[in-house]
């Protein structure tokens, strides 16, 4: 496998100058408020700048979480030692695959509230799901849309049988048959084996194989989550930043100029 170590975050994104500048200069300490009501109630605007950088920072973690995910399928020596009982080549296997797809599906969900806060649709969050969002976006919002149906099947190559066996903890590890490698995981360093099952190469190429998977889904979920905040721009600044120079509502007193940037 690929020993690079993936530096994955949202750099590349425009949005996100703009947004850490307008939360840079604008310090809480300084000021009166008791309470987050005393706040919002004083300055809508930079309340919401506030709980956008919230959602935004947790969108971006994500991303750095999952860089891990290579790193343990990189570990030079397995089973892993453990001071309870070895990881077996399986259960390691799959422990990784189940933290990559919990991670995903995190990502999904930090993507919904993400939206949900930026464009203030106000939805609780048993309705923040992909159904919802398409009765929400479809008109207004299309490319946003777009790139939430992108996050929203992340891990899917990773699931076996998607619509059956997913919601049952299935995962797919790509050793051919993996009962059989969970078996023979689990006897190897106790039984000695002469079934001429090659445990070794079998688990380097599911190893290499998940790799690949996990690093082309990150890529995808990457570039679709840097259009979506993109694209979520224009709201953060004509709406409630009025960053624009032709607004008639001017700038808050609390957000210089020098914070405007173009797309």
Not at 56 to 79: C, H, Y
């Amino acid at each position: 496998m690929n020993n690079e170590y993936h530096w994955w975050d949202l750099e590349e994104s425009s949005f996100k100058g703009v947004l850490y500048d307008s939360i840079n200069c604008y310090f809480l300490h300084d000021l009166p408020y008791q309470n987050w009501q005393e706040f919002s109630d004083a300055d809508p605007h930079m309340a919401y700048a506030h709980l956008t950088y919230v959602r935004f920072n947790m969108l971006e973690q994500q991303f750095i979480d999952l860089r891990v995910i290579p790193q343990m399928l990189g570990v030079e020596t397995v089973p892993v030692k453990s001071s309870v009982q070895d990881i077996n080549r399986y259960d390691w296997l799959k422990s990784i695959v189940d933290l990559t797809l919990f991670r995903f599906s995190s990502l999904r969900d930090i993507a919904f509230h993400f939206v949900n806060e930026v464009l203030e649709l106000g939805l609780s969050d048993y309705q923040l799901n992909i159904k919802r969002l398409k009765k929400e976006l479809r008109t207004k919002h299309p490319g946003i849309l777009e790139d939430l149906k992108i996050l929203d099947k992340t891990g899917d190559d990773l699931r076996s049988d998607r619509n059956e066996r997913a919601h049952k903890g299935f995962s797919e590890l790509y050793t051919g048959d993996d009962q059989m490698f969970k078996n023979m995981s689990w006897m190897e360093g106790e039984i000695i084996d002469n079934t001429g099952y090659d445990l070794v190469s079998i688990y380097e190429n599911s190893r290499d194989k998940i790799c690949e998977l996990v690093v082309q889904e990150v890529q995808v979920s990457l570039k679709a989550t840097v259009n979506l905040v993109d694209n979520c721009y224009d709201h953060y600044r004509d709406t409630h930043l009025r960053l624009s120079r032709d607004s008639s509502m001017g700038v808050s007193q609390h957000f210089p100029l020098h914070c405007e940037k173009d797309r």
